[in-house]
């Protein structure tokens, strides 16, 4: 073999050991982020906190064929209850599928159309139980209006922003508003960044979760007009759902994109009792609802870390106040306490708001935050961290890790 050939075999050889090399680095790279592998055990015995689904639409898919078997793949992921809803119809209750799956609650609700877009209807605790989706949406429609058929039910905006299907109506305020919703989420992703999107589609077989970490953002628009509602009127509940319908599919490797048990795992709402759970069905329900209702409630990705260990309320002399809860009177001896779990893997940055504006942003290793109390309004904390991948590249920003719902001081 001459000069020449040599140099044409050592030429072949470096090209497939520079592709080799920069194949490894990119897997390196694309799984040196993953998710936590532990979840939050389901308690019914006075918990400090419990974590549900909202808005879960009972599409029959390869992982769950029937309400039963979501219930099921929920609390493998350690939920305790969620919130079914179909869009324009009450089948499941026909069929008598809301009940307690072996210590998980599946509660039936129904998504309504309306004039004004989507609104997502609790009215199975209501003498409207057995109501058609046609009376549903009208009683839905007229709640949000003003002029409530049933005091008792209450409504939540669907998918505010959704390319396809936003909501219109902005002079009124609804009971609560979904602030993350899957499916808007995806879409916007398509449509703003096409390019970007197949990039994540094929990463996704690769590692779930870093992209998911990539698509989880809430839109600004829909956070300011939850904000703009609560400083004018206190308890507006803001909520994640558990909805999706765009799918990008791979036969061959039967992967779906996205699917239930990834976003069973990924995020869910956080509900913080006043008191014991019932060990009765539907009494267990009417204190979730209020709870909701309230606005007793997180939001929390719990992919990134479990949410045990986190907290936020306002200490003062007379007592304690959570999320949703409403304090009258002088805060001068009175702080914001944020608690994040010590064992926390991220940098984390706290940022308090009141009124929707930034307050105080904290950059801090403490797990435990003190935080003076100044002036009246409404006050919420965000906390997010910061997971990267090794080299920085596929991930390198911060992400909402707990979004908790407002506590309202007033004098």
């Known amino acids: 073999m001459g000069i ?4 044409k075999l050592w030429g072949s050889e470096m090209k497939h050991w520079i592709l080799s090399a920069f194949l490894g680095l990119f897997l390196f790279e694309a799984f040196s982020v993953l998710p936590t592998r532990s979840v939050n055990p389901p308690s ?57 799956y072996d210590g998980f609650d599946a509660f039936i609700e129904v998504e309504s159309s309306t004039p004004s877009g989507d609104l997502l209807v609790f009215f199975s605790h209501t003498p409207l139980e057995s109501a058609s989706p046609k009376e549903l949406s009208k009683a839905a429609y007229e709640r ?47 449509i703003s960044n096409p390019l970007d999107f197949l990039g994540l589609s094929l990463l996704y077989p690769l590692n779930p979760f870093i992209t ?49 048990r990834e976003l069973f795992r990924l995020g869910s709402n956080i509900v913080f009792p006043r008191e014991p759970l019932s060990t009765e069905f539907k009494t267990r329900k009417k204190q979730i609802y209020r709870w909701i209702k309230e606005g007793r409630l997180a939001i929390a990705f719990q992919a990134i870390h479990p949410f045990l260990g986190n907290d936020f309320y306002l200490k003062c002399p007379n007592g304690i106040f959570r999320s949703g809860e409403v304090f009258h009177g002088d805060t001068s001896a009175c702080e914001f306490i944020v608690k994040t779990p010590a064992n926390l893997p991220y940098a984390t940055k706290i940022r308090l708001l009141k009124n929707g504006e930034l307050e ?17 309004g409404q006050f919420r904390i965000e906390t997010l961290v910061r997971p990267h991948s090794f080299f920085w590249i596929l991930l390198r920003k911060w992400i909402p890790y707990v979004f908790y719902n407002p506590i309202f001081i007033s004098a």
């Open 360 to 376: 105080k942003e904290i950059f801090s290793s403490d797990s435990e935050i003190h935080i003076p109390v100044v002036g009246v």
């Open 212 to 260: 998911a970490l990539r698509v989880i953002e809430p839109y600004p628009k829909d956070i300011a007009n939850w904000d703009n509602m609560n400083s004018l009127e206190p308890r507006h509940f803001g909520i994640l759902s558990s909805q999706f319908n765009l799918k990008v599919h791979w036969p061959r490797l039967n992967i779906s994109w996205p699917n239930y």
């Open 144 to 190: 949000f209006q003003g002029n409530p058929i049933t005091p008792e039910l209450f409504v939540s905006v669907s998918h505010p922003s959704h390319n396809k299907r936003p909501w219109t109506q902005l002079d009124r305020f609804p009971d609560g508003i979904e602030l993350i919703n899957f499916d808007s989420l995806f879409w916007r992703k398509l």
């Open 44 to 100: 019914t015995e006075a918990p400090h906190f419990i974590s549900g689904l909202i808005n879960v639409p009972p599409n029959v898919t390869a992982e769950a064929h029937n309400i039963p078997q979501l219930a099921l793949l929920a609390k493998e992921n350690g939920h305790s209850f969620a919130v079914f809803a179909d869009h324009d119809s009450v089948e499941g209750r026909r069929l008598g599928l809301e009940k307690n």
């Open 4 to 7: 020449i050939g040599i140099i």
